[in-house]
């Protein structure tokens, strides 16, 4: 009986895989030119500001690099590490910029509230946000689905998890937009974005009464952490819970509007949270890791990492691989590397899961006969340097 579920779960994750390698999925640009391919899932390239560096560009590759002390996050932002990109904008001292001791501290602060122990909470909060958000979507024939909902529902459920007033939104909302791609941005737009996050930061911090139950009052109460800790958890959160899980559940509805057969297989699972991780791994939109720099020689699929050389995992290219290759077993797609691999894998991921199938599936099953517009503009692809997704998503929502 067992086996035999298995192999009709499997059916339909193939089904899902092969349906999704069929439609139009917005492809990124490779991050990185001069691309050298050397041993398979490895290439030696250059970076925008000009630095060689290796890039892995298949899921075995990235893993193997992600998961080795000597390929470090820390090494990389050292002041003497070269810059892969023209605008670095995460703190030397952010939970993505350390390791060690340091780094497991703050991981460990960042679970607290992210862990599956505070799911059952959550996840009511989630359902009840989607809910009321798509019970006062726009009463017409086609939305943008991008501004009504992909975009709006995130934001409500990271105020929340922060433990911020409903009436914050305005501001921290201009605050959280995306904070990885700096490079796609004007130097002005780029520190446009940085003052309205300090200032939010400051704000937030300076008056106690802003931040309740939540997140930011979890690090400003934990004993283990140093105010300017807190402030540090604090700016990762909003930088990376937002942008990242808005951007990815427009793509996972993309995918179920685009092709009808991915949408019905959704409605009809009983369990949709595996065909939704299968998705994102495919789609991840966070297309490359952050760099990391090699601390001491090693050998990767063939090729000599010297110590000092940088390396970006393609979690982009590595999905796009997976999905082209049908022998990839189905578990390895369910365990992608949309959300990193090794120490530094995102701690945000079981929060952003429950999101985007809580209201992929919601809103799947209010619309039964929701389609993408047949217009030509109808889906506007967002493609940044190290991100991708979409900014306008045109959908009929009954289209019987
Ligand atoms: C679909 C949504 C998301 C995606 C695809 C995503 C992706 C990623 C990836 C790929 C990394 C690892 C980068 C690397 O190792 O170079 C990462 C790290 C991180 N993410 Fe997410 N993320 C998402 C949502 C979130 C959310 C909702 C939060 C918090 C509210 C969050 C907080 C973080 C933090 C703090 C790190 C750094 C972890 C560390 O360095 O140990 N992310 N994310």
Not at 345 to 365: D, N, W, Y
């Amino acid at each position: 009986m067992n086996a035999g579920v298995a192999s009709e779960d499997e059916f339909v994750a193939r089904t899902v895989l092969r349906e999704l390698s069929r439609i139009d999925r917005g492809v990124p640009t490779p991050f990185g030119t001069d691309r050298e391919p050397t041993a398979a899932g490895v290439e030696r390239r250059r970076s925008p500001t000009g630095v060689p560096f290796w890039m892995a560009t298949d899921s075995g590759t990235c893993k193997s690099v992600l998961g080795q002390a000597a390929v470090s996050r820390s090494a990389a932002c050292a002041p003497s590490a070269p810059s892969l990109l023209a605008n670095p904008t995460i703190s030397p001292r952010s939970i993505m910029s350390v390791d060690g001791a340091q780094h497991a501290k703050l991981k460990r602060a960042a679970m607290k509230r992210l862990g599956k122990h505070a799911a059952v909470t959550r996840c009511a909060n989630i359902l009840e946000r989607t809910r009321t958000l798509l019970n006062g979507m726009p009463d017409a024939a086609t939305v943008d689905l991008v501004p009504a909902f992909t975009a709006k529902l995130p934001l409500l459920n990271l105020v929340d998890l922060l433990g911020l007033p409903e009436s914050s939104i305005a501001e921290f909302g201009g605050a959280g937009e995306v904070f990885f791609d700096f490079d796609s941005l004007s130097p002005e737009q780029a520190a446009q974005r940085v003052a309205r996050l300090l200032h939010f930061c400051l704000r937030t911090f300076g008056d106690p009464e802003q931040a309740s139950d939540g997140a930011i009052a979890d690090f400003q109460r934990d004993p283990a952490l140093s105010r300017k800790e807190a402030v540090e958890l604090t700016l990762a959160f909003l930088t990376a819970g937002y942008h990242t899980v808005a951007g990815q559940l427009s793509l996972v509805l993309y995918a179920a509007l685009a092709s009808p057969v991915i949408g019905d297989l959704m409605r009809q699972s009983a369990a949709p949270e595996p065909l939704v991780k299968i998705l994102v791994h495919a789609m991840p939109v966070t297309t490359v890791s952050f760099p990391r720099r090699m601390t001491a020689p090693l050998m990767v699929d063939g090729n000599d990492f010297r110590s000092g050389d940088m390396v970006v995992a393609g979690l982009g290219e590595a999905g796009e691989r997976d999905l082209s290759d049908e022998e990839v077993p189905v578990a390895a797609h369910e365990n992608g590397l949309a959300f990193g691999y090794g120490r530094h894998r995102c701690p945000g991921e079981q929060f952003s899961i429950e999101q985007i199938t809580t209201a992929a599936m919601q809103f799947l099953h209010r619309y039964p006969r929701a389609a993408l517009s047949k217009t030509d503009d109808a889906i506007v692809w967002q493609a940044g340097l190290t991100t991708r997704g979409i900014s306008k998503m045109i959908v009929e929502l009954d289209a019987s």
